[in-house]
T-cell receptor, first 115, second 113 residues
Framework: AQSVTQLDSQVPVFEEAPVELRCNYSSSVSVYLFWYVQYPNQGLQLLLK??????LVESINGFEAEFNKSQTSFHLRKPSVHISDTAEYFCAVGERNTGFQKLVFGTGTRLLVSP | DGGITQSPKYLFRKEGQNVTLSCEQN?????MYWYRQDPGQGLRLIYY???????QKGDIAEGYSVSREKKESFPLTVTSAQKNPTAFYLC????????????FGAGSRLTVL
């Protein structure tokens, strides 16, 4: 079975600083990888996903993540954060196999952006 | 607009009472899910359903029940057997095949008094 580790429960940064949110996964088969974002008292929204092809994936609001198979990682980065990026971020992994499969989520990283 | 509607958004319950959380989707998705979210624990899967009239237990199904009588609807009942029901509950859906990209509802916060 797959698993996901987000080692940082909270990451405080100043506005316009770069940030990296770490995600490592474990799986015996090849995987799909996702980052979801959750704003207070809301559901989760898909931020970006790696399904196949280029290992570097980008979101429309400046986040990017790189699939690193050798390090089993999918870290999320942004070169310059805004106050509005304050939210909780969840990494998730799904196993690539035939038929139905379930996502497993990490415990989340709360990004706190201050002026 | 297509999406998932969860209701109620906030719910208070006395100990010993059952409560049902509603989840409706108009995305024509085959699969539906219920997750429980607690601070510092991420999302844990309660139940999921791949097709109508069929559902499977997730990782923390004890004290919960579901039904899937219609493709659009997947209600969750939190029973009195659930020892610690205070939590944020999230419903999600996805296409049956391929990469499992989930679409989430806005959530329901249940507080047991």
């Amino acid at each position: 079975a797959q698993s996901v580790t987000q080692l940082d429960s909270q990451v405080p940064v100043f506005e316009e600083a770069p940030v990296e949110l770490r995600c490592n996964y474990s799986s015996s088969v090849s995987v799909y990888l996702f980052w979801y974002v959750q704003y207070p008292n809301q559901g989760l929204q898909l931020l970006l996903k790696y399904l196949s092809g280029s290992t570097l994936v980008e979101s429309i609001n400046g986040f990017e993540a790189e699939f690193n198979k050798s390090q089993t990682s999918f870290h999320l980065r942004k070169p310059s954060v805004h106050i509005s990026d304050t939210a909780e971020y969840f990494c998730a992994v799904g196993e690539r196999n035939t038929g139905f499969q379930k996502l497993v989520f990490g415990t989340g990283t709360r990004l706190l952006v201050s002026p | 607009d297509g999406g998932i509607t969860q209701s109620p958004k906030y719910l208070f319950r006395k100990e010993g009472q059952n409560v049902t959380l509603s989840c409706e989707q108009n995305l024509n998705h085959d699969a539906m899910y219920w997750y429980r979210q607690d601070p510092g624990q991420g999302l844990r899967l309660i139940y999921y359903s791949q097709i109508v009239n069929d559902f499977q237990k997730g990782d923390i199904a004890e004290g919960y029940s579901v039904s899937r009588e219609k493709k659009e609807s997947f209600p969750l009942t939190v029973t009195s057997a659930q020892k610690n029901p205070t939590a944020f509950y999230l419903c999600a859906s996805s296409m049956q095949t391929g990469a499992n990209v989930l679409t989430f509802g806005a959530g329901s916060r249940l507080t047991v008094l």
